[in-house]
């Protein structure tokens, strides 16, 4: 059942020689050629930022955009609890292999082996980067670098820095990255759009993007285009990504041919503050880390719910004989550090029962008190300060006293525009980096492991593998943006834009994108069924309609305009929303983050199909109001046994 | 609860600004300021008016994009938290409250409570890193950094750039801003080597975008919703007047 249409250019060779050997076989460009060559990068986030700035120092031209005011805001900053890497300082017998099978196995045997290892080897690397940068990670008192556990594993091999280790992982790169603005070889671009990619002979040569500021619409050529532009999971409306985090540019990819891979991957977040009401602009995430030293629990008894409801009694009222530490009794080898699929479910399953711990009934309780009795409160604030602080502030509840109340939201997207191997897209010339793209993290991602992606790719991956498609451009001169086909795309944008702007209906952008939030949240969120799911693509038609003929955009498009921006940001939300509930119809499996109802054991644990669906679901965009075409990438397991995921013992 | 606002409203960098006065009910106190703000935009949206341009990004006061002036002080009324983390609940029914964009001369207001901070990326270009390349770095624990040290660089590293410190200095000053990122690099090993260099081109690049001088009126520190310290500006200058000294 292989496809012509993804060639994954996976190397020969025993799993742990492929990316050496790879290395070996890949052209580069020489020096002298690298100046004339120019490299768009969508996106300022840990893979865009570490990828301009390496392709810079290369001596490559590279221009960045970013739609914020400055590269620094990019999301990857939020990113609290650590970055994964195989390093073994701890001796607890970690190894490049045992990252590699944890992510794999992590991600549901829905990942590419190839990936994956590389994955694993570079990790290492990156610490020494960031490290070499300033990054101030923490540190014991012999001066090592010091590490803690995340969900998913069994070995203690995450860095961090206090709660904000992506804050500072993203300054290293945004410093590398200005260092090279300063030189030169990068050009930044801020408060400005990708808002679609110019082909020209099939070839990625360019964007149409958006200044910001002054409305004004540009045309930039390029060699070369990378799409490291973050994930989708503001679909939801409700996520915990970042209020402008959008998946705009890679549906400007997808519509012009590129496939996307696995739509229906996305992650559910087991630690979030809880939802207080329908103003509520997004959730915030409690740091997986948190994990490591807090205890997930309901109330055994339903009447202690109730009480707890009516606030007739505090949580620490209800002595430890009468709580359920479920996922202490359910997964008694990982404990609370199961991944984040699994506590999710978890904590969906006994919400269901009818044990949530809030007034909405959606809320468990996350408990440091025996953290607190074993270490003392100093060490707790030294390691989760900054966290309850900011949960303090959001709930005003301390969570030094009472436990904290979470529930599980949407965070982070797996799927994305297919890659092969090098991390080129199925358009020659276009690639994808970091949660752009599909590539390593299967059906799940385990915590931690984002920010290692995001890095590997952009430090090591891409530099060399861009260089393979690059030195077949030697000759080609600078792109001409006065290309017809710039003339042609330039004019389908302002279309676009103007359409939008006409409607001038009764509803404001976020009212419609409550309501597909609303839809995506019920239909394919944390649990789907066919029936489900074939209502929501129903629903989804009808948003489309609505949002076509009623959304109310104020103001003037070629002004500063937020609610502009983010009414084309949403019609690209209701495509991609299509996207993942066909994709979620179509994987008739339960597999890491996608759990379909129809298929689960007795006890409620996920089955997976691998005769079936062992493969890359990649989608082909097929024309407005076509159904798209699916194409299968076959997952070959050459190292690793597939088998049930397996955290009870 | 209810609410009545004062806004500065202006229409891009040429016009002139001038407040306007809304009127806001039935918010719940766990709202968070910038969702009151949503309501009130909901409103002027289906009214037919122009709703207010605000940044904001994360949500989660770690992105450093949202910036409003709230009755006289940057972030608003709560101590160590940005806009985005600021509850209505701090605020009394029936209060009026005043909403202005930073003013800085080094900040220009792109539309309403909307500024550039681009002066902040170009101090950082001039000199805020390591010049080191990717790739050819030595193992991360072949440089051992003591704890301590380690720490305090943390603190300073904690700045999110969204320059409360220059909108409350009276000099419209960046020094607290610059500090914390010289500070932050000078006190690990791998930092110490450009340190005087560093410290000498973020402050002539500050000085050369026209920020004020600092006059240890330490309201900076007051504001800073990270809490970051001015004793970072006792470690710049000693770098500063080493370099300068070298020179």
Request: hydrophobic letters at 35%; glycine letters at 8%; one cysteine or more.
């Amino acid at each position: 059942m292989s496809d012509n249409k993804l060639q994954s250019q996976i190397p020969d060779g025993p799993l742990a020689e492929k990316w050496t050997r790879h290395k070996a076989n890949i052209k580069v460009v020489s020096p002298a050629n690298k100046r004339k060559l120019e490299i768009i990068v969508i996106g300022t986030g840990l893979g865009g930022a570490s990828a301009a700035a390496s392709l810079g120092e290369l001596g490559y031209n590279v221009k960045i955009f970013c739609i914020s005011d400055s590269p620094r805001r990019a999301h990857s900053i939020a990113a609290q609890g650590g970055i994964n890497a195989a390093k073994n300082y701890q001796n607890d017998n970690d190894s490049v292999y045992r990252l590699f099978y944890d992510t794999i196995k992590g991600g549901d045997y829905r990942s590419r082996e190839a990936n994956v290892y590389r994955l694993a080897e570079v990790s290492r690397n990156i610490i020494d980067q960031c490290v070499a940068q300033g990054v101030p990670f923490a540190r014991d008192y012999g001066g090592m670098l010091d590490n803690r556990s995340f969900g998913g594993a069994q070995v203690s091999r995450t860095f961090y820095a206090r709660g904000q280790t992506g804050q500072q992982l993203l300054l290293g790169a945004y410093a590398a990255l200005n260092r090279q603005i300063a030189k030169g070889s990068v050009k930044s671009y801020t408060r400005h759009e990708m808002l679609d990619l110019v082909l020209i002979d099939g070839k990625a040569k360019g964007i149409i993007a958006r200044n910001l500021e002054t409305g004004e619409i540009e045309r930039h050529g390029a060699h070369a285009v990378v799409i490291a532009s973050g994930g989708y999971g503001n679909v939801f409306f409700l996520s915990t990504n970042a209020m402008n985090s959008n998946g705009s540019a890679a549906i400007q990819c997808y519509k012009h041919g590129a496939l996307f891979a696995n739509p229906c991957f996305a992650q559910i977040h087991p630690t979030c503050i809880p939802v207080h009401g329908d103003q509520q602009s997004k959730l915030t995430l409690m740091s997986e880390s948190l994990r490591n030293d807090g205890r997930i629990w309901v109330p055994k008894n339903i009447e202690d719910v109730e009480k707890l409801r009516k606030k007739q009694i505090k949580p620490s009222q209800i002595p430890e004989e009468e709580r359920d530490y479920y996922l202490e009794r359910r997964y008694p080898a990982f404990g609370n550090l199961v991944p984040r699929d699994v506590a999710s479910r978890a904590a969906k399953e006994r919400c269901d029962a009818g044990f949530g711990v809030n007034e909405t009934g959606l809320a468990v309780f996350l408990d440091f008190s025996t953290a607190i009795q074993r270490l003392g409160k100093k060490v707790i604030s030294e390691r989760y300060g900054n966290l309850f602080q900011m949960y303090e502030k959001i709930t005003d509840v301390d969570p030094y006293k009472e436990p904290m109340t979470i529930y599980p939201a949407i965070h982070y997207t797996m799927g994305g525009i297919w890659v092969d191997y090098n991390l080129m897209t199925t358009i020659p010339g276009l690639y994808s980096i970091g949660e752009a793209n599909f590539s390593d993290h299967g059906g799940n991602r385990l915590g931690a492991s984002a920010l290692m992606q995001g890095l590997a790719d952009g430090y090591f991956v891409l530099p060399y593998t861009i260089g393979n498609y690059l030195a077949g451009e030697i000759q080609t001169p600078k792109t001409d943006t006065n290309h017809e086909a710039f003339d042609k795309t330039e004019k389908e944008v302002k279309e676009k834009i103007n359409k939008i702007f006409n409607i001038k209906g009764k509803q404001p952008v976020d009212a419609l994108h409550k309501k597909l939030g609303r839809i995506m949240w019920e239909y394919v969120g944390m649990a789907r069924n066919e029936k489900g799911l074939k209502k929501a693509l129903e629903s989804i038609k009808e948003l489309r309609k609505e949002f076509w003929s009623d959304v109310l955009v104020p103001g003037e498009n070629t002004e500063f305009n937020q609610e502009l921006e983010k009414a084309v940001r949403l019609a690209d939300f209701i495509e991609i929303g299509e996207l993942m509930a066909l994709d979620a119809l179509n994987r008739k499996e339960s597999c890491g983050g996608h759990f379909r109802e129809e298929m689960q054991t007795e006890d409620g644990e996920t089955k997976r199909d691998d005769k079936n669906f062992s493969y890359v679901a990649a989608w082909e965009y097929k024309g407005e109001g076509e159904t798209p075409q699916l194409h299968k990438e076959p997952l070959v397991y050459e190292t690793v046994h597939l088998s049930t995921r397996n955290y009870k013992d | 609860m209810n609410f009545k606002l004062k806004i500065w409203r202006q229409k891009n960098n040429k016009s002139k600004g001038r407040f306007e006065n809304y009127t806001i009910e039935n918010v719940s106190s766990d709202t968070s300021f910038l969702e009151m703000l949503d309501i009130l935009n909901d409103q002027l949206i289906c009214t037919g008016q122009e709703p207010v341009a605000f940044d904001h990004d994360c949500r989660e006061g770690i992105c450093g994009m949202c910036s409003l002036y709230i009755n006289g002080r940057a972030h608003g009324p709560d101590d160590e938290v940005t806009t985005c983390q600021l509850h209505m609940r701090k605020f009394k029914d029936g209060d009026t409250i005043t909403i202005e964009p930073w003013r800085s001369g080094a900040f220009p207001v792109v539309k309403d409570l909307v500024v550039n901070r681009y002066a902040f990326d170009q101090i950082l270009q001039s000199g805020g890193f390591i010049s080191v390349n990717t790739g050819g770095v030595p193992d991360g624990n072949a440089i051992p950094v003591g704890k301590e040290d380690a720490d305090e660089s943390m603190d300073a590293a904690a700045c999110i750039g969204c320059g409360a410190c220059v909108a409350t200095c009276k000099n419209g000053s960046a020094m607290l801003f610059v500090s914390a990122r010289v500070s932050s690099l000078a006190k690990l090993p791998q930092g110490k080597i450009e340190a005087k260099r560093r410290a000498k081109a973020m402050v002539a690049k500050m000085d050369e975008l026209g920020f004020g001088g600092c006059t240890n009126t330490q309201a900076c520190e007051a504001e800073c919703p990270k809490a970051i310290s001015i004793s970072h500006i006792a470690r710049l200058n000693r770098e500063f007047l080493c370099a300068k000294l070298q020179d």
